[in-house]
């Protein structure tokens, strides 16, 4: 009788003594929060991928039948070039151009602080609210790039921004990069500055060129910033939503549609949950590959020390 | 002001109901009060009703005060949550599901064909509403029957009507609106000489473009399914629809591809297309702008013209009023919608939805909204040319499906802009419909 209590205690004694219970005691909360608004929701989406759910309704299991249809079905694969496309193109472009103003912002500028706050601007205004902007500068009829244009007598007629496939596609990436260069460039300018100055002042004793130190010194050190940060805006890119939603919703005939605003449209105002998720779940392996080969390709120690592989 | 005048509508039609109703209508006189008396709410009844929000304010204000007036005679509290329009699918969805939330929605299109055995039957109600005011009109109606059971009560149509540019179309030779297909491409061809062209959405509208697709495909006798629910848009008539389509689509201004639901209304407004298809809204957003005053006078609105099909038919907006079955009150909910239709109170509605929202009920169509403005006089059609969704197969998760992901709007876009060829356009677009209705 009296043994019970007795052990209880000591579980508990244990739990606040030892240095892994204590440990185990204070991951808890964080482990519990991650497994409910994480890894629950995300294994339903993947449950829901395999039945044929509808808002509302319970679905009941079909297998694979959601990705057998989508294989064969030209608009998910459109979505899926024009996700690549986006993602690929929009992530080069906000790396080049945020790696740029990064080095730029690093030097001795006039009023460097105040072009380091304003620089950050696009990525402060709420998406929705730049997608606004955006959508009156494409806009088929009132488009200030087209009025501007066409007053210098440049153009003849307005511009198609968002009605010509090619057009459109490039119009939302050319949003999408800036919008997100600011990200990319704060990002790198933090990652340039823990730079040792007496690296390059020593490599420039040395006779190096400025491309030399470019190349050997600042961007080997900066390799695990780049890494962190563009894993993180290649995610961002990939499932991009408002953007496209407000811009053009998939249009002109799905050739700026993404496999997150397809899946959206499926689900929601279609009421498929089970092919929308399905859609979802098929974006999963596209953005552990990103994950990995940012981890696993761009954080080789070797290659950071200026080694070959 | 808009108070007084409707205060003085409803006086002057109660006098007049009055009048009539004393003299030759007796039996009308009490099958109206039928309705009114068929239900008794529960004790303690309260009620919860989940609605769209309203496009029009005085629309909110009549529903609003008829609501407050049921309260008033009934003591039944109706508490009304409005969601946005996108949003009230999903929301009534889960509703009847799960078995809680709200006791009535006001949804749209097929939505109660979604959860039909969710719902109560209100065939009784529909029957005695649809006795005393005249009938339903056949396309609303088919938005609330499953069978030989009402799941819904029709509410209205939101109309869609062409608004054109009454000088425009003078200056293009044309002296009269040209009623058929025909004549309708005859005038685009001139407007666009004369750089005063029409534009119509081949983007992602979910009103506006999918107004324009349906009526393309069904005036020209085209369907996505037969009567049994099997694929049918792969016909010569769709085709023709195509063709249609494309000789349209090269007299509009550019960049129609591209268009959401407000594009048309934009242009229209700043006099950079003169003939597109909206709702009424378009109209009084003209008016309210000092700026515009040139434009709304200029304005003027009539019927899609006819295709070869030979009658009127367009998709418009429907929207039906249907009860859960969770709902712990159901004649009480019962009793709201029988006293929403009385005919004061229905007509004010309308009255104050002006010219919005078109009766689902015959009896009303002599609303005097209708005739207060000439511009409103097409949209007092809508219901009466209105062809539900999914035609002609049966409503339902698959109807609904296929509008949402856009199929005919689509179809059309990628044949106009040569894309596709009208060929395969059509089969792209019967894959996808079989694929909702397996």
Same mark, same amino acid.
């Given at each position: 009788?009296?043994?019970?209590?007795?052990?209880?205690?000591?579980?508990?004694?244990?739990?606040?003594?030892?240095?892994?219970?204590?440990?185990?005691?204070?991951?808890?909360?964080?482990?519990?929060?991650?497994?409910?608004?994480?890894?629950?929701?995300?294994?339903?989406?993947?449950?829901?991928?395999?039945?044929?759910?509808?808002?509302?309704?319970?679905?009941?299991?079909?297998?694979?039948?959601?990705?057998?249809?989508?294989?064969?079905?030209?608009?998910?694969?459109?979505?899926?070039?024009?996700?690549?496309?986006?993602?690929?193109?929009?992530?080069?472009?906000?790396?080049?151009?945020?790696?740029?103003?990064?080095?730029?912002?690093?030097?001795?500028?006039?009023?460097?602080?105040?072009?380091?706050?304003?620089?950050?601007?696009?990525?402060?205004?709420?998406?929705?609210?730049?997608?606004?902007?955006?959508?009156?500068?494409?806009?088929?009829?009132?488009?200030?790039?087209?009025?501007?244009?066409?007053?210098?007598?440049?153009?003849?007629?307005?511009?198609?921004?968002?009605?010509?496939?090619?057009?459109?596609?490039?119009?939302?990436?050319?949003?999408?990069?800036? %919008? /997100?260069? #600011?990200?990319? =460039?704060?990002? $790198?300018? &933090?990652? *340039?500055?823990?730079?040792?100055?007496?690296?390059?002042?020593?490599?420039?004793?040395?006779?190096?060129?400025?491309?030399?130190?470019?190349?050997?010194?600042?961007?080997?050190?900066?390799?695990?910033?780049?890494?962190?940060?563009?894993?993180?805006?290649?995610?961002?890119?990939?499932?991009?939503?408002?953007?496209?939603?407000?811009?053009? %919703? /998939?249009? #002109?005939?799905? =050739?700026?549609? $993404?496999? &997150?605003? *397809?899946?959206?449209?499926?689900?929601?105002?279609?009421?498929?949950?089970?092919?929308?998720?399905?859609?979802?779940?098929?974006?999963?392996?596209?953005?552990?590959?990103?994950?990995?080969?940012?981890?696993?390709?761009?954080?080789?120690?070797?290659?950071?020390?200026?080694?070959?592989? | 002001?808009?108070?007084?005048?409707?205060?003085?509508?409803?006086?002057?039609?109660?006098?007049?109901?009055?009048?009539?109703?004393?003299?030759?209508?007796?039996?009308?006189?009490?099958?109206?009060?039928?309705?009114?008396?068929?239900?008794?709410?529960?004790?303690?009844?309260?009620?919860?009703?989940?609605?769209?929000?309203?496009?029009?304010?005085?629309?909110?204000?009549?529903?609003?005060?008829?609501?407050?007036?049921?309260?008033?005679?009934?003591?039944?509290?109706?508490?009304?949550?409005?969601?946005?329009?996108?949003?009230?699918?999903?929301?009534?969805?889960?509703?009847?599901?799960?078995?809680?939330?709200?006791?009535?929605?006001?949804?749209?299109?097929?939505?109660?064909?979604?959860?039909?055995?969710?719902?109560?039957?209100?065939?009784?109600?529909?029957?005695?509403?649809?006795?005393?005011?005249?009938?339903?009109?056949?396309?609303?109606?088919?938005?609330?029957?499953?069978?030989?059971?009402?799941?819904?009560?029709?509410?209205?149509?939101?109309?869609?009507?062409?608004?054109?540019?009454?000088?425009?179309?003078?200056?293009?030779?044309?002296?009269?609106?040209?009623?058929?297909?025909?004549?309708?491409?005859?005038?685009?061809?001139?407007?666009?000489?004369?750089?005063?062209?029409?534009?119509?959405?081949?983007?992602?509208?979910?009103?506006?473009?999918?107004?324009?697709?349906?009526?393309?495909?069904?005036?020209?006798?085209?369907?996505?399914?037969?009567?049994?629910?099997?694929?049918?848009?792969?016909?010569?008539?769709?085709?023709?629809?195509?063709?249609?389509?494309?000789?349209?689509?090269?007299?509009?201004?550019?960049?129609?591809?591209?268009?959401?639901?407000?594009?048309?209304?934009?242009?229209?407004?700043?006099?950079?297309?003169?003939?597109?298809?909206?709702?009424?809204?378009?109209?009084?957003?003209?008016?309210?702008?000092?700026?515009?005053?040139?434009?709304?006078?200029?304005?003027?609105?009539?019927?899609?013209?006819?295709?070869?099909?030979?009658?009127?038919?367009?998709?418009?907006?429907?929207?039906?009023?249907?009860?859960?079955?969770?709902?712990?009150?159901?004649?009480?909910?019962?009793?709201?919608?029988?006293?929403?239709?009385?005919?004061?109170?229905?007509?004010?509605?309308?009255?104050?939805?002006?010219?919005?929202?078109?009766?689902?009920?015959?009896?009303?169509?002599?609303?005097?909204?209708?005739?207060?403005?000439?511009?409103?006089?097409?949209?007092?059609?809508?219901?009466?040319?209105?062809?539900?969704?999914?035609?002609?197969?049966?409503?339902?998760?698959?109807?609904?499906?296929?509008?949402?992901?856009?199929?005919?709007?689509?179809?059309?876009?990628?044949?106009?802009?040569?894309?596709?060829?009208?060929?395969?356009?059509?089969?792209?677009?019967?894959?996808?419909?079989?694929?909702?209705?397996?």
């Amino acid at each position: 009788m009296q043994a019970r209590p007795a052990r209880s205690f000591s579980i508990l004694g244990w739990l606040l003594e030892s240095r892994n219970g204590l440990g185990f005691l204070f991951m808890l909360p964080a482990a519990v929060f991650l497994l409910c608004f994480l890894t629950y929701p995300l294994g339903l989406g993947v449950w829901l991928g395999f039945t044929d759910a509808r808002i509302g309704r319970e679905g009941i299991f079909v297998g694979l039948e959601n990705y057998i249809w989508l294989f064969d079905d030209p608009v998910f694969w459109l979505s899926v070039f024009n996700t690549m496309l986006y993602t690929v193109v929009a992530s080069i472009l906000k790396f080049a151009l945020g790696l740029w103003l990064a080095l730029i912002l690093n030097q001795h500028l006039p009023f460097k602080t105040f072009f380091r706050a304003i620089i950050l601007l696009p990525w402060v205004v709420p998406t929705v609210l730049s997608a606004l902007a955006f959508w009156w500068i494409y806009d088929s009829q009132f488009s200030i790039i087209s009025y501007v244009l066409m007053n210098l007598g440049l153009i003849s007629e307005p511009i198609n921004f968002l009605g010509d496939p090619g057009m459109a596609r490039a119009s939302v990436i050319a949003a999408n990069v800036w %919008r /997100g260069i #600011p990200f990319v =460039a704060i990002s $790198l300018l &933090a990652g *340039l500055q823990t730079i040792p100055q007496s690296l390059n002042e020593a490599a420039a004793l040395d006779g190096a060129t400025s491309w030399q130190r470019f190349t050997k010194i600042t961007l080997p050190l900066l390799t695990p910033i780049i890494a962190v940060v563009m894993t993180f805006s290649v995610l961002f890119t990939f499932t991009d939503f408002q953007l496209i939603y407000v811009l053009t %919703r /998939g249009g #002109p005939v799905n =050739a700026t549609h $993404l496999m &997150a605003t *397809l899946s959206f449209q499926r689900a929601i105002p279609g009421g498929q949950l089970g092919e929308g998720a399905a859609i979802a779940v098929a974006m999963i392996p596209f953005l552990l590959a990103a994950i990995l080969f940012s981890f696993f390709g761009l954080q080789r120690r070797k290659w950071q020390q200026g080694g070959g592989d | 002001m808009t108070i007084n005048r409707r205060r003085f509508l409803s006086g002057t039609a109660g006098l007049a109901a009055g009048g009539l109703l004393a003299g030759t209508l007796g039996t009308r006189h009490a099958l109206a009060q039928a309705s009114a008396s068929m239900f008794t709410p529960e004790e303690g009844a309260t009620l919860r009703l989940l609605r769209w929000v309203p496009f029009v304010t005085g629309e909110e204000e009549a529903w609003n005060a008829n609501t407050a007036a049921f309260t008033e005679a009934t003591g039944v509290e109706v508490r009304i949550d409005q969601e946005s329009w996108e949003d009230v699918r999903p929301k009534a969805a889960v509703a009847a599901n799960v078995g809680s939330g709200p006791d009535m929605v006001m949804s749209w299109f097929d939505d109660p064909f979604q959860y039909p055995d969710k719902l109560v039957d209100v065939t009784d109600l529909a029957n005695a509403l649809g006795e005393e005011h005249g009938g339903w009109y056949e396309g609303l109606e088919g938005y609330a029957r499953q069978g030989d059971k009402f799941i819904a009560i029709p509410l209205c149509a939101i109309g869609n009507a062409v608004c054109y540019r009454d000088s425009h179309m003078k200056a293009a030779g044309f002296s009269e609106f040209p009623q058929d297909t025909d004549g309708f491409l005859e005038l685009c061809k001139a407007l666009k000489a004369n750089g005063t062209p029409a534009g119509f959405p081949h983007g992602k509208a979910v009103g506006d473009g999918n107004n324009y697709a349906h009526w393309l495909l069904w005036s020209h006798g085209g369907m996505t399914v037969d009567e049994s629910g099997a694929v049918a848009i792969n016909s010569p008539e769709t085709k023709a629809a195509i063709d249609y389509a494309k000789a349209l689509y090269e007299t509009f201004i550019p960049g129609t591809e591209s268009w959401l639901d407000i594009n048309n209304n934009r242009a229209f407004l700043a006099g950079e297309v003169s003939l597109t298809a909206n709702g009424v809204s378009l109209y009084y957003a003209a008016t309210k702008d000092e700026a515009l005053k040139e434009i709304a006078e200029d304005i003027r609105t009539t019927n899609l013209p006819i295709g070869p099909v030979g009658k009127s038919v367009e998709l418009h907006q429907t929207s039906t009023l249907s009860i859960f079955n969770h709902c712990k009150y159901p004649q009480a909910a019962k009793a709201y919608i029988a006293f929403m239709y009385q005919a004061d109170r229905m007509n004010a509605w309308l009255e104050g939805a002006s010219a919005y929202c078109c009766q689902a009920l015959k009896g009303f169509e002599n609303n005097p909204v209708w005739t207060s403005n000439p511009v409103h006089a097409p949209y007092a059609k809508a219901s009466a040319s209105l062809r539900p969704n999914g035609y002609a197969g049966p409503l339902g998760p698959a109807s609904a499906g296929v509008m949402a992901d856009y199929v005919l709007v689509d179809m059309f876009a990628e044949a106009v802009t040569g894309q596709r060829t009208p060929e395969e356009a059509i089969a792209n677009a019967e894959r996808r419909i079989a694929r909702y209705y397996r």
